[in-house]
T-cell receptor, first 113, second 114 residues
Framework: DQQVKQNSPSLSVQEGRISILNCDYT??????FLWYKKYPAEGPTFLIS?????DKNEDGRFTVFLNKSAKHLSLHIVPSQPGDSAVYFC????????????FGKGTTLSVSS | KAGVTQTPRYLIKTRGQQVTLSCSPI?????VSWYQQTPGQGLQFLFE???????NKGNFPGRFSGRQFSNSRSEMNVSTLELGDSALYLC?????????????FGPGTRLLVL
């Protein structure tokens, strides 16, 4: 049973537009959420995180929104750039240290110029 | 600061053999976690070590084991390899493990079991 779900395997966006990647979770005990980006042949790279006590966190072009009642989070990338093309993973953690991450299966973002 | 390093980067083994993978965390980091990535299951948590002790464990069989040394370097061992163990094995480190912190990933070891 998947506790973290990314229901869209892929997303295509034009350069300069907004990319919105979605993630749903089932375990209400998750209290820390992260987004990672992954290029082929590389390990995941941390993008942004959010604690369950917040509903929004912003870092440059990246904003993560958390809706706890809906058990839903989303990553907004504005404006999208061709270099953003990669696989994006949503992850959640139960433990105090924020380790032992439970990952979604990823969404492949393609940004065309 | 150097990032997380993993060795070897690529490995080919046959069924029934065992394999040991190595991970050196970022200097000063004491927590090391291991993950398996496969096309079908995605990224799955194997286990985490902190100060030489296994602190968390995922849902993998006992053939998967690990350890951590006093310098925080970690090894992961898989015994009696099966074809389904073919995967990218990723190691991630974070610093003191007392609060919510970012995990930084290495490039992974690609294991192929024939």
């Amino acid at each position: 049973d998947q506790q973290v779900k990314q229901n869209s395997p892929s997303l295509s966006v034009q350069e300069g537009r907004i990319s919105i990647l979605n993630c749903d979770y089932t375990n209400s005990m998750f209290d820390y959420f992260l987004w990672y980006k992954k290029y082929p042949a590389e390990g995941p790279t941390f993008l942004i995180s959010i604690s369950s006590i917040k509903d929004k966190n912003e870092d440059g072009r990246f904003t993560v929104f958390l809706n706890k009642s809906a058990k839903h989070l989303s990553l907004h990338i504005v404006p999208s750039q061709p270099g953003d093309s990669a696989v994006y993973f949503c992850a959640a953690s139960l433990n105090q240290a924020g380790t032992a991450l439970i990952f979604g299966k990823g969404t492949t973002l393609s940004v065309s110029s | 600061k150097a990032g997380v390093t993993q060795t070897p980067r690529y490995l080919i083994k046959t069924r029934g053999q065992q394999v040991t993978l190595s991970c050196s965390p970022i200097s000063g980091h004491r927590s090391v976690s291991w993950y398996q990535q496969t096309p079908g299951q995605g990224l799955q948590f194997l286990f985490e070590y902190f100060s030489e002790t296994q602190r968390n464990k995922g849902n993998f069989p006992g053939r998967f084991s690990g350890r951590q040394f006093s310098n925080s370097r970690s090894e992961m061992n898989v015994s009696t390899l099966e074809l389904g163990d073919s995967a990218l094995y990723l190691c991630a480190s974070s610093s003191d493990g007392r609060r919510k912190e970012t995990q930084y990933f290495g490039p992974g070891t690609r294991l192929l079991v024939l």
